[in-house]
């Protein structure tokens, strides 16, 4: 179908708009996400009212409804910001069907799954490949800082260190005396899991203290950026940390106090992933096939 080719062509153009978009601003224009919304509807309205076939748009708002729902879950957990929770809206417009044009070119695995949903699991998937990628990458850049500050957190942390590998070796010398096989390997595993969890979390929060974290003029704020202290002026609490990010009245409120600096944390530019997994979700369809 012609409108197939149209979406696909409106939602790889606004992945890459938006891509390109975060990079330059650290944003997603909230026009960019809300016309790809408007634009995927009205055309498969048109489609379903030329042709009778009201399935093509009545899946695109129950995939609004849904993505609206598990957007707002991504963003409320601190995952994801709102450009990104609205993008994942916008594709599940875009892409509420995979298109049937691309079927004589690539053999995509879709498993009688919402296409939506593969494109938010491949998403899932490389987001942690990339962020993973990214946080070494900016550790290297940023060495000497990330050093600093992973040692200042492995000694603000070694009393619960200790008590951790005390368990995981309990852990391990349980599962050496234990019989059962499955209960052995798994105690083994939760031991390890719990060390590995331990340093990573050391890992992420020195690579956040020393390489995200930077101090700007309200001037430079935008809607969403997330404030790392609460801010005070005369000794009196102004603005405490803001829960989602700030919004426009209260960087309003900093530039009307003339507070002169802020210090904000900041985020990975995830859109990268967005347009990735969308690429791979229209080449492979689900990728976790490809591993069971």
């Known amino acids: 179908m012609v409108i ?33 919304i408007a634009s995927g509807l009205s055309l498969r309205a048109l489609y379903s009212i030329t042709y009778n076939d009201f399935f093509y748009i009545k899946i695109a ?12 879950i991504m963003f409320y957990s601190k995952q994801w910001g709102g450009g990104d929770a609205k993008l994942l809206m916008a594709l599940s417009v875009v892409f ?29 998937i ?18 000497k800082d990330f050093l600093r500050e992973y040692n200042l957190y492995l000694k603000k942390t070694k009393n619960p260190r200790k008590i951790i590998l005390i368990l995981s ?24 899991a719990i060390l590995l969890f331990l340093y990573l979390w050391i890992y992420i929060k020195s690579v956040e203290k020393s ?25 009196k609490l102004l603005l405490k940390i803001p829960m989602y990010g700030l919004n426009k009245e209260q960087i309003s409120l900093l530039k009307k106090n003339k507070i002169q600096k802020v210090e904000i944390k900041e985020g990975i530019i995830f859109t990268p992933t967005f347009l990735i997994a969308t690429i791979i979700s229209l080449i492979f369809g689900n990728i976790i096939s490809y591993f069971l």
């Open 96 to 124: 509420a069907t995979y298109p049937k044009q691309l079927l004589n070119i690539f053999s995509p695995r879709l498993d009688n799954i919402y296409f939506p949903a593969i494109i938010f699991l491949n998403i899932l």
């Open 61 to 72: 708002l129950i995939n609004l409804v849904i993505f609206y729902l598990i957007g707002n």
């Open 169 to 192: 070796i309990l852990l391990i010398v349980l599962a050496i005396i234990v019989n059962n096989f499955l209960s052995r390997i798994s105690l083994f595993f939760i031991a390890i």
């Open 4 to 36: 197939d080719l149209i979406l696909l062509i409106l939602g790889l153009a606004g992945l890459l708009i938006a891509t390109y978009s975060d990079k330059k601003t650290t944003e997603i224009p909230d026009w960019l996400n809300f016309s790809l």
């Open 211 to 235: 390489c995200m974290y930077k101090t700007i003029k309200p001037s430079e704020l935008i809607e969403g950026d997330w404030l790392t202290k609460n801010i005070y002026k005369n000794s």
């Open 126 to 143: 490389i987001g942690m490949i990339y962020s993973l990628i990214f946080t070494i990458y900016i550790s290297l850049k940023h060495k």
